[in-house]
């Protein structure tokens, strides 16, 4: 990657001539020119069809050399004695909490991004004001420690609230950036390393999106993301940078702190991973500026005339770079110039100690300034700037540039001291091994420049807004349309829930700000009709006549487009998702996000993100859509989602529903507009939705607190009636098999059923198990009854509960129903491909089996003989033999 392949040169003599001319042209027009010249024989080669393959990599040295940098506007000598400060407030912060209790954190990742993010502290972030949207600035997980020693040096700590770091359940600081824990700091969680970067990538793009819509006004705010190298490892790093390219979000700047090692030891030892990742963001459409080398090897770039230098720097790989730092100059010296006699010749008027000094541009302000500066200049292209840094900087022998620096969270009191002594910091000797925070003297240069930093950026960073905008959710009876009976014409779910989406698109006051996202099924969905209502989302608009332009419903793209269509893209439409859901914080608009998705590809492929979005107070709404591990007609095992409500119901913040009609969607949607828009409740919703038809019917009377808090009365059998009893429980799907197995019990064994709509386990388990704490700790007070309970009092009979998904989703419930026996019949198993009906027998859901379960629970109650259910086997050609699909 870092050489073109060697060529055979046939003609020495041309060869001189064409570089003579280039270098007439670089000595009297200049850069500029020459590489103008050089595009218009690319360009020549192309339009003959030459195919010539330019190089993505540049050399291995700073892309803003010395004498194009801006002239640096601060103090350095001033803002490296604060970096010093801050340095040491992390360690102590680390060193102290890890002392009195155990629970660590992270010395050597900020020592080596101190500069890098202090830069961005003095000079560039801006903050939220009322005139200022304020840029949104994601922090890398474990570099935490620095930010909380800025906070605390800003006044925002105190040195108790230090001491009880990573001890949140005393009041301390969160380990990392958790807005779930610390709602008013962090905005951004980023620990899970790979979805800060994903998530920064679509908060640029959502940004946009809200600007073209003119919900906020274009400010020039910047997205800014510092990541780690090792962290580009993960897929999700890289997933969305040909998006941000593509979409040219010169409102990203991502910065990566080239350390050059992860936890275990190097990031590239045999390459180098900053000309790794030029190439890959520049192919990927990137502005890339490299910052490698520090101020002090200027001078030896500017005599470098025969590039032997610059060579050297491009052959010695990272693992060598790395040991260079964790030695000494005159081992830097031996190994690194020594090996060309030349260049050994022209540091010899070098002593060993100003060679082991010469820094990595990573820690040299003003080379970090002459970067952002131009990232912050840059237009039609996001920017990455790979900055080469020193993991564990200042540690000395404790630990810089070691292998093991990662984690360590102690260090002996000499190796505190040489800390000291090297940053000049003002510790006196007995206190030395206390490791005190520092403060800077009030009044003091220090101070005054500290403060006139937070003055400029307008100013606390990060700071997270709670939101005030209060949107009001429109009443349950505009829904009407979606309550009444739908006299018997069938249609599924999830068109139901797309006829609440449209019509709430046409409300006027929350139409504007619901946010409809699809990856790339909007016509699985029957969704394809709003492309013309509300248009795609195109910053560009629309560049071409779409295939279906006469259509009604053509492919619409605009700019003021309000769907986000993200392709097959579910990592990144959940992140979207989670943008839109935070923008009534991070943006002080509130927007209504609704992801529509293949259920299978939702909490299974993206889960990570939506427990961050829980952490993030994420608010809006996810579709699981063709859900149900029988109802998804002939597809297979990696389609048929069986198990979504037991992975959203891990989530504390969702609030999940498997609704069955048209009329509790309708509530349920409402009532989380309301508690979401309007009560600015921190939750959010999953639906599952399938795509079987089913008739709608009206919604009885007194059932919306049923439906909201999981379960409601749907169909209760003659109230006096002496036969024997049961009590079904049915959602989504299998409601329909359930409400026909009543009629079968009915009919054909005389059986009363009271049938019961399920709206969520998960809802209702979270009440029994509060209801359950609440008498436990209340011993002596009048008892509680749970919601279950209560809705059981005056029923009869065991609880049989069929369901699409596990059964552990009604298992869930089990602790809360009394007395009455409950059995459960669920999907357990990987799917299959066939029709609903062959896959609802093999799963045991269907009405046969529902009718089964219920004589012997009968049976095993003692109110009906074991032969009645063997009957009922007999007579519905069950195979009691067959093999359970929860083991094939
Ligand atoms: C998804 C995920 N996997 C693993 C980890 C554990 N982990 C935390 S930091 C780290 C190494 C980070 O290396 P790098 O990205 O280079 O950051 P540096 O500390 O060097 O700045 C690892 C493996 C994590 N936080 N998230
Ligand atoms: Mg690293």
């Not at 139901?496 to 409809?516: E, H, M, N, W, Y």
């Amino acid at each position: 990657m870092d050489r073109i392949p060697d060529h055979v040169d046939l003609d020495p003599q041309e060869t001189q001539e064409w570089l003579d001319a280039m270098s007439g042209v670089l000595e009297h027009e200049g850069r500029g020119r020459t590489h103008f010249l050089i595009d218009e024989l690319l360009q020549q080669d192309k339009t003959t069809g030459g195919g010539y393959r330019a190089a993505l990599t540049t050399p291995y040295v700073n892309t803003i050399d010395a004498a194009q940098q801006p002239a640096f506007p601060g103090d350095v000598a001033m803002e490296l004695a604060l970096d010093s400060y801050l340095r040491w407030n992390a360690m102590a912060l680390v060193l102290r909490a890890g002392r009195h209790s155990g629970v660590g954190g992270h010395i050597a990742t900020y020592a080596s991004a101190t500069t890098l993010y202090e830069v961005g502290f003095r000079h560039f972030f801006r903050a939220r004001t009322d005139a200022f949207g304020g840029d949104l600035v994601f922090i890398q997980g474990h570099s935490s420690p620095g930010i909380y020693a800025r906070a605390f040096m800003e006044g925002r700590f105190t040195e108790a609230q230090m001491d009880l770091f990573r001890q949140e359940t005393k009041g301390g600081m969160a380990s990392y950036p958790h807005p779930r824990t610390m709602p008013a700091f962090w905005e951004f969680p980023t620990v899970s390393m790979g979805l800060g970067p994903l998530m920064a990538a679509y908060q640029a793009r959502y940004m946009r999106y809200l600007e073209d819509r003119e919900l906020i006004p274009a400010q020039g705010r910047k997205v800014w993301a510092f990541l780690g190298d090792g962290e580009q490892d993960q897929p999700e790093t890289l997933a969305a940078i040909a998006m941000a390219g593509r979409e040219k979000l010169d409102n990203l700047i991502v910065v990566v702190n080239c350390n050059l090692q992860r936890l275990d030891g190097p990031v590239r030892g045999n390459a180098k991973i900053i000309q790794e990742l030029e190439s890959v963001y520049r192919g990927a459409g990137w502005n890339v500026v490299k910052v490698i080398w520090g101020s002090g090897w200027d001078r030896l770039l500017q005599d470098d005339h025969d590039g032997r230098l610059r060579q050297r720097m491009m052959d010695a790989v990272d693992g060598e770079y790395q040991v260079f730092k964790a030695r000494d100059g005159a081992y830097v010296r031996e190994h690194f110039f020594g090996v060309d006699p030349v260049l050994r010749e022209r540091v010899a008027h070098l002593s060993d100690d100003e060679i082991g000094a010469l820094a990595r541009g990573g820690h040299d302000p003003v080379k970090v300034y002459a970067a952002y500066a131009a990232a912050m200049k840059h237009g039609g292209q996001p920017t990455v700037i790979l900055a080469k840094t020193v993991k564990g900087y200042g540690m000395g022998a404790a630990g810089e540039a070691a292998n093991t620096n990662h984690q360590q969270k102690k260090m002996t009191a000499d190796a505190v001291r040489a800390l000291r002594d090297r940053f000049a910091l003002p510790v006196p000797d007995d206190q030395v091994e206390d490791v005190p925070y520092l403060h800077l003297p009030p009044g003091s240069p220090q101070d005054a420049y500290f403060q006139a930093g937070i003055a400029r950026a307008g100013g606390h960073i990060p700071h997270r807004s709670a939101g005030t905008e209060t949107l009001v959710a429109p009443p349950l009876d505009s829904f009407a349309a979606h309550l009444k009976s739908s006299d018997g014409r069938e249609y599924s779910s999830t068109m139901a829930f797309v006829r609440v989406l449209s019509q709430l698109l046409k409300d006027k006051d929350i139409g504007p700000r619901v946010v409809p996202i699809v990856p790339d099924e909007s016509r699985t969905f029957g969704m394809d009709g709003l492309f013309r209502q509300v248009g795609i989302h195109s910053h560009v608009g629309q560049l071409y006549t779409p295939q279906d332009a006469g259509q009604l419903s053509y492919y619409k793209e605009d700019r003021q487009g309000q769907i986000l269509q993200e392709g097959i893209n579910e990592s990144g439409a959940m992140s979207s998702w989670i943008a839109a859901g935070t923008a009534y914080s991070t943006h002080g608009v509130a927007t209504v996000p609704f992801y529509i998705y293949y259920s299978m590809f939702g909490f299974q492929r993206t889960g990570d993100l939506a427990w961050a979005a829980g952490d993030m107070r994420t608010r809006g709404f996810l579709i699981g859509a063709t859900s149900g591990r029988t109802t998804l007609e002939g597809e297979g095992l990696q389609h048929n989602d069986g198990h979504s409500h037991v992975l959203s119901s891990v989530i504390p913040s969702c609030v999940s529903y498997d609704p069955a009609y048209s009329y509790e969607i309708a509530v349920i949607v409402q009532d989380g507009l309301r508690r979401m828009l309007q009560e600015h409740e921190d939750v959010f919703y999953y639906l599952t939705v399938v795509n079987e038809k089913t008739a709608h019917p009206a919604m009885p009377e007194g059932v919306r607190e049923g439906i909201v808090k999981g379960m409601y009365r749907l169909r209760e059998g003659p109230v006096f009636d002496p036969k024997p009893r049961v009590q079904l429980f049915g959602s989504g799907a299998i409601l329909k098999e359930v409400l026909a197995a009543a009629d079968l019990l009915r009919d054909d064994f005389g059986v009363v059923a009271d049938v019961w709509s399920v709206t969520s386990y998960t809802e209702l388990r979270r009440e029994g198990l509060e209801t359950e704490r609440w008498n436990r700790l209340h011993p002596l007070a009048p008892q509680r009854t749970g919601f279950v309970q209560r809705q059981l009092a005056s029923t009869a009979g065991p609880i049989i509960a069929a369901t699409d998904y596990m059964k552990a989703v009604p298992d869930q419930i089990r602790p809360f129903v009394g007395s009455q026996r409950f059995v459960t019949l669920g999907t357990d198993g990987f799917g299959r491909s066939d029709t609903r009906e062959a896959l609802r027998g093999l799963f045991e859901v269907d009405r046969h089996h529902i009718v089964v379960a219920a004589l012997k629970a009968l049976a095993d109650d003692g109110l009906l003989r074991p032969q009645e259910v063997a009957d009922a086997i007999a007579k519905y050609g069950v195979d009691p033999e067959a093999r359970s699909a929860a083991l094939l």
